[in-house]
């Protein structure tokens, strides 16, 4: 009676220690799961960031050019004999910011309200977060001042206002706070 009480203590205590073990392995099992997760994430945006990065980094080439083509020469009696160079300038300008919007839409997915273990990868998605929104302030802010030059002229010159339109933004150019900080980086 002794040895068969015996054996279903030991039987009740190896089937607590299965079950421990069982639950440890599963719980070591998910973090490792959890953690490729993490790392493929990281990868993807250390990948991704580097297409934004370069496509960020035209943005200060082309505004520049858009600068010196268009903002600096507008003139009213400039408006008949520059109009076309301007637009031309102002697509190029768009083209540029199209590339860099195509660069975002994954590291919109993986960057923001994410957190990361790896402080590069930290730095990474601040650093984009930060260029996106100045790349798409700056821009917004640059047309809408083209476009109050060219309302200004049509005030003085309304006959031409067919010939010479405001330059028309798409609906998914706006000013934008990406990182809901309450500051509109290049806005302003």
């Known amino acids: 009676m002794k040895n068969k009480k015996t054996k279903i203590i030991i039987g009740i205590v190896v089937g607590i220690i299965l079950v421990f073990l069982g639950i440890t392995f599963s719980l070591v099992s998910m973090m490792n799961k959890e953690h490729k997760k993490t790392e493929q994430k990281q990868n993807e945006i250390k990948s ?18 858009y600068q010196t083509v268009v903002e600096n020469d507008m003139y009213i009696e400039s408006v008949v004999e520059d109009y076309e160079d301007w637009v031309e300038a102002i697509k190029e300008y768009q083209d540029v910011v199209d590339n860099v919007i195509e660069n975002t ?13 790896d402080q590069n990868i930290m730095a990474s998605c601040e650093a984009y977060m930060i260029n996106y929104e100045t790349v798409m302030n700056y821009f917004v802010k640059d047309i809408e001042s083209f476009n109050e030059f060219m309302e200004n002229y049509h005030n003085t010159n309304p006959e031409n206002k067919e010939k010479y339109p405001t330059y028309e933004l798409k609906e998914n150019y706006h000013y934008i706070d990406i990182n809901d900080d309450g500051k509109f980086i290049g806005k302003d």
């Open 48 to 65: 991704e960031y580097q297409g934004f990065k370069e496509a960020a980094d035209k943005f200060t080439t082309a505004r520049k050019k």
């Open 105 to 117: 839409k994954s590291l919109d997915k993986l960057c923001i309200g994410k957190n990361y273990p």
